[in-house]
């Protein structure tokens, strides 16, 4: 039974408290979990892949997003295409693997043959009165930016998005997504909400108790931590971290790498940020020795040390490029208390396993700080799906950005509850 029976959305929302989480059912109501999925997942440009998934033409990967089964693949020109996978037939799952290469894509129940951009092309026994051209795959709003693919499920997608794009492509362009290869993927379940994945990300006031192989290279100042004022020594040090910012950034734009921070996360529809920041130590990459995992520098890079540009996008994906490598991480719903956080790790399609790059020393960290992650959320859910929880306040020092992700969450499901 849904704990919203009495209470509805629009006055849990209307009631939310400014500054803290969000009340119980928001993390555990199946209701508010649907609603999550269909106003949310359902209306915005969701980050499910990049274009190495589907590197050639006849390249197909799938992936499901609440339950919409969805099917990604570049066609013999190159083109992306995005459409669900279901055989307009007799509802068959066309492709029931996560990747494939195919020529056509060929239904397994009764051989209806759909070309890479989803127009039916052969199906016997219809009849004269058949029309193909009214039964081709459902399409689905897709876009690369830069080599990481989007998708959106609304007839309309928000128009904003170009915007954003536009802004981030020349920070993400000199990286070449598209010149990448996975080199490695792992999906992970948590045991909590989506939006606990999401508002763990969305903050490092966590990452010096709980994160040690990360922690080995970033600095908690780049993800919108603020020294405390009433201790002169932070002060200090996040003055003379402002000043490293500074200098390296104007290095890197002068080398052709665009870094200052810049972005909106809430009061739009396509919420973002995107930075370049300096890291630690050797500062060259986020490798447990902060040093390039892979000897193959990625694009236009040509010094080691090019910080770490990182971008998040509402509602569910966050990424870190450095020169050598590059993280993809996107959360995906599958229940009020379960989402499936895939991350990738992407390096020079020319580098090879052993010789450029060693694949443990590749992922360790992000293998590592997902698990840590991963942990906290459960925590987190285990204890805002009890009686006695009560949201707590958000930090306004190093918290910032968790709230400005509720806040998006909140005008968003208020703005299509209208
Ligand atoms: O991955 C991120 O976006 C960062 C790193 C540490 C926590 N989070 C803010
Ligand atoms: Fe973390």
Not at 196 to 212: A, I, V
Not at 297 to 325: C, I, V, Y
Not at 376 to 393: E, H, N
């Amino acid at each position: 039974m849904s704990d919203v029976a009495a209470v509805s959305i629009a006055e849990l929302i209307a009631r939310r408290r400014a500054g803290h989480m969000l009340e119980r059912p928001f993390y555990t109501d199946p209701a508010i979990f649907q609603t999550d999925l269909d106003l949310i997942f359902g209306r915005h440009w969701i980050f499910v892949g990049v274009e190495p998934d589907i590197a050639e033409p006849g390249d197909v990967m799938t992936v499901n997003i609440g339950d919409n089964a969805i099917l990604i693949c570049r066609d013999d020109d190159g083109t992306i295409h995005a459409m669900h996978n279901v055989c307009r037939h007799r509802a068959a799952r066309l492709v029931s693997t996560e990747t494939a290469t195919v020529g056509r894509l060929v239904c397994p129940y009764h051989a209806w043959t759909y070309g890479l951009d989803g127009a039916l092309l052969h199906a016997d026994h219809m009849g004269d009165d058949f029309d193909p051209s009214c039964h081709g795959l459902k399409k689905i709003h897709v876009r690369s930016l830069e080599g990481l693919l989007f998708v959106c499920l609304a007839e309309t997608p928000p128009a904003d998005f170009d915007e954003m794009a536009n802004i981030v492509a020349p920070y993400i362009a000199p990286h070449e997504v598209a010149n990448c290869k996975i080199a490695h993927q792992i999906d992970l379940i948590e045991e909590g909400n989506w939006k606990l994945t999401m508002e763990n990300n969305r903050e490092c006031y966590h990452c010096s108790l709980n994160h040690p192989e990360l922690t080995a290279s970033i600095f908690e100042y780049g993800f919108g931590f603020d020294a405390d004022e009433s201790d002169p020594a932070r002060v200090a040090q996040r003055q003379n971290y402002d000043v490293m910012v500074e200098q390296s950034c104007a290095a890197w734009h002068r080398a052709g790498f665009p870094s200052a921070e810049i972005g909106q996360l809430d009061n739009v529809v396509s919420g973002y940020r995107i930075g370049r920041m300096p890291m630690d130590r050797d500062g060259e990459s986020q490798t447990l020795d902060t040093k390039v995992a892979c000897r193959k520098l990625l694009g236009q890079a040509k010094e080691k040390r090019l910080g770490d540009l990182s971008f998040h996008t509402q509602p569910n994906s966050w990424h870190h490029f450095m020169s050598d490598h590059i993280v993809t991480f996107a959360a995906f719903p599958l229940g009020p208390d379960r989402t499936l956080l895939r991350t990738k790790w992407l390096v020079h399609r020319d580098a090879i396993e052993g010789v450029d790059y060693d694949l443990d020393n590749l992922i360790q960290v992000w293998r590592e700080t997902n698990l840590q992650d991963g942990r906290l959320v459960g925590l987190a859910q285990a204890g805002a799906a009890t009686g006695g929880y009560t949201p707590g306040p958000y930090s306004p020092q190093t918290e910032g950005q968790v709230e400005q992700f509720v806040n998006w969450y909140v005008q968003r499901l208020a703005a299509h509850l209208a």
